[in-house]
């Protein structure tokens, strides 16, 4: 069954995970800007990574016959330093009209701070003005119900965001109810040890539907599982789950919300 | 109301479900009751920082068998910051799992 992974970070993976992904049908995926594991040391660095993410990343998807699309911001961890990320923020318009980028992610927040906030409230701005789909990254661990809160507060604040165009992500059982009764569209990333598990995002799913629900692996640099979605797809068939469920979820799901960018292509 | 795009159970007998990962969660349930068991042989240090995770873990377990529902909501909010307002600088980039302040 073809499957989309929304949010993953191809550029910390190997050819090997291409292969493996393209084996157990991923047809496409998107891949937000994010923290490379250490801070950039100039907007340069920024501006290089932004190529990287629209330019080789999808050539290097389609030689396994993944399409490839991309997300730009500056990630709430390098965002503690308000001027030099509004730097960030100068350069993201360029990178917003390319053909392949779908918007503006993954902002949010990492530990709450009042720095963080303002570069979000930056970004969510600049997503309105260009009129492009966010992704949201919620915190991590115990930081994560109070950010969430936090960020829909932003949202809420800017008076002119549509929810439907909006996507929080890394949703565990405490929050995925705000988001939801909210309006927005929430992600379950099943990363180990820090996020969500296949086994709990299923149960997420019968305890609220699978409306403005998506599931993602989040791959990156560190320990992860890009196969993380095929896996929630076997657990859904071994509850006895339909394969239309399983379709909506894994692939039509993502598909409606990205293709709000008009240019979400699979 | 349930249908098979918004379900509202688990298909799956409880029978089956445990005949499949019945032994999963007991391994599970093994690693949680040796980790403990090895936190006791460490030698000690920084019992401050140690202490709350460990405190807030013991807490966290008792909503396990308090026969309540919505345990894995119950235990993450247990496990949360309570704390409403922005910080005025963020204290390092990582999160250690558990609130610094007892509850």
């Known amino acids: 069954m073809a499957y989309i992974d929304p949010h993953i970070h191809m550029v910390s993976r190997t050819t090997d995970d291409y292969q493996r992904m393209a084996m157990a049908g991923c047809v496409a995926v998107t891949e937000p800007a994010f923290w490379a594991g250490f801070d950039r040391s100039s907007p340069q660095g920024f501006y290089d990574y932004f190529v990287q993410l629209t330019e080789i990343e999808p050539k290097r998807a389609a030689a396994f016959g993944i399409a490839h699309h991309a997300w730009v911001c500056i990630n709430p961890k390098e965002a503690e330093d308000p001027g030099f990320a509004r730097e960030v923020v100068e350069l993201l318009p360029e990178f917003l009209d390319k053909p392949n980028v779908l918007g503006i992610g993954e902002i949010g927040l990492n530990k709450n701070s009042k720095n963080e906030m303002s570069i979000l409230e930056a970004q969510i701005a600049l997503a309105v003005q260009h009129d492009r789909l966010i992704l949201v990254h919620t915190p991590h661990l115990e930081d994560k119900l109070k950010g969430t809160r936090l960020i829909l507060d932003a949202l809420r604040r800017n008076g002119h965001i549509n929810p439907e165009r909006v996507l929080i992500d890394h949703v565990e059982e405490h929050t995925v109810g705000e988001v939801l009764d909210q309006g927005y569209w929430a992600g379950m990333t099943l990363y180990p040890d820090s996020k969500c598990t296949p086994a709990r995002a299923v149960d997420i799913v019968e305890c609220y539907g699978s409306e403005r629900l998506w599931i993602n692996s989040a791959g990156d640099w560190g320990h992860s599982d890009p196969l993380s979605v095929p896996k929630c797809m076997a657990e859904m068939r071994m509850r006895g789950h339909p394969p239309e469920l399983i379709h909506r979820l894994t692939f039509s799901n993502p598909q409606t919300f990205l293709a709000q960018s008009g240019k979400f292509v699979v | ?103």
Request: contains cysteine.
């Open chain 2, 1 to 103: 109301m349930a249908d098979s795009l918004n379900p509202s159970t688990c298909p799956q007998p409880r029978s089956e479900l445990l005949d499949r990962t019945f032994l999963e969660h007991r391994a599970k349930l093994l690693d949680l009751a040796a980790f403990l068991d090895r936190c006791e042989r460490c030698e000690t240090g920084n019992e401050g920082h140690d202490d709350l995770r460990l405190a807030a873990m013991q807490g966290a377990m008792k909503l396990l068998i308090d026969d309540q529902p919505q345990r894995a909501k119950r235990v993450l909010e247990w496990l949360s910051d309570d704390s409403t307002d922005l910080l005025d600088h963020a204290p390092g980039k990582g999160a250690t799992g558990a609130p610094l302040s007892p509850k």
